[in-house]
């Protein structure tokens, strides 16, 4: 089946500990994303990256970081900086462009907890 | 700065009863609005996209439309399994930025049998 899968599931990170979490995209889409969700918060945007070798920071990237070596894999990790980090986050992605390559996919989201 | 505000945000149905989930939105050149469905613990599924005002969508008991500063999920003769969070979410022109959509918070829909 084709789609986007993230792991782990659920991640608990200790104080002063960095964690990455996977996503992995077999649609063949060149531009990738990740989002944090917050109860009571709409999706905000962290990293994007649209081709291989290249990221953009989003509108909260402080305390991550991410990388793009391949089509098909956009890791996100989240460091110690980041003091906030228990939240749901998504990975999403999309085709490279035209009038029907507009719109996002997501993941199944993972759940990060700081213990 | 883009913004979209969804409303109520939260709404209690009985089964069969119809109703409508409104998203109003401030963007500087709409390139897309998106409705999104998402179930507790899941990542949004993709329902509809509508690109230019007066366009409408459907699919089973879901109907989305759009106007220059809103857009409307309308539900009819809703189930059960109708409940969820709907998410809706604008995508401007940026000219070579992010791409990325900006969310609304969320409408919260329970369907009670």
């Known amino acids: 089946d084709g789609g986007i899968t993230q792991s782990p599931k659920y991640l608990f990170r200790k104080e002063g500990q960095n964690v990455t979490l996977s996503c992995e995209q077999n649609l063949n889409h060149d531009a990738m994303y990740w989002y944090r969700q917050d109860p009571g918060q709409g999706l905000r945007l962290i990293y994007y990256s649209q081709i291989v070798n290249d990221f953009q920071k989003g509108d909260i990237a402080e305390g991550y970081s991410v990388s793009r070596e391949k089509k098909e894999s956009f890791p996100l990790t989240v460091t110690s900086a980041q003091k906030n980090p228990t939240a749901f986050y998504l990975c999403?992605?999309?085709?490279?462009?035209?009038?029907?390559?507009?719109?996002?996919?997501f993941g199944e989201g993972s759940w990060l907890t700081v213990v | 700065e883009d913004q979209v505000t969804q409303s109520p945000e939260a709404l209690r149905l009985q089964e069969g009863e119809s109703s409508s989930l409104n998203c109003s939105y401030t963007v500087s050149g709409l390139r897309g609005l998106f409705w999104y469905r998402q179930d507790p613990g899941k990542g949004p599924e993709f329902l509809f996209t509508l690109y230019s005002a007066g366009e409408e969508k459907e699919k089973e008991r879901l109907k989305a439309t759009l106007t220059k500063k809103e857009s409307f999920l309308h539900i009819t003769a809703p189930k059960p399994e109708d409940s969820a969070t709907y998410l809706c979410a604008v995508q401007a022109y940026s000219g070579g930025g992010a791409d990325g959509l900006t969310f609304g918070k969320g409408t919260h829909l329970i369907i009670q049998p």
């Open positions: 999403a992605s999309k085709s490279a462009g035209g009038y029907s390559g507009n719109t996002i996919y």
